[in-house]
């Protein structure tokens, strides 16, 4: 069965700089999206970056020019570069992508990763 696995949050002062990784566990034939979301404490998860693979990349507006999203899709990992954090940046961040399978098609979900940005 297909797996996401986050990895990299730590704390880190305001102005630092973090990389995510997020790796596929498990049988998988074709990746074809990933994408970067994060919960902050009281607040509703939201999209953070989003590629497709072999198309278009997207950012939210409070991350552009900060971080920046990439993958190996054969490889089945992803990343986010996460730089000039600020505290308002401190969340869960989940990785997220839409892959095909030995068990078929579907959404697959990481278990999350801490991010803590001190002022």
């Known amino acids: 069965q297909v797996q996401l696995v986050e990895s990299g949050g730590d704390l880190v002062q305001a102005g630092g700089s973090l990389r995510l990784s997020c790796v596929v566990r498990g049988t998988f034939f074709s990746i074809y999206e990933m994408g970067w979301y994060r919960r902050a404490p009281g607040k509703q998860r939201e999209l953070v970056a989003h590629?497709?693979?072999?198309?278009?990349?997207n950012y939210a507006d409070f991350v552009k020019g900060r971080f920046t999203i990439s993958a190996d899709y054969s490889k089945g990992i992803g990343y986010l570069q996460m730089n000039s954090l600020k505290p308002e940046d401190t969340a869960v961040y989940f990785c997220n992508s839409r892959i095909e399978g030995s068990e078929g098609y579907g959404d697959y979900w990481g278990q999350g990763t801490q991010v803590t940005v001190s002022s």
């Open positions: 590629n497709a693979n072999g198309g278009d990349t």
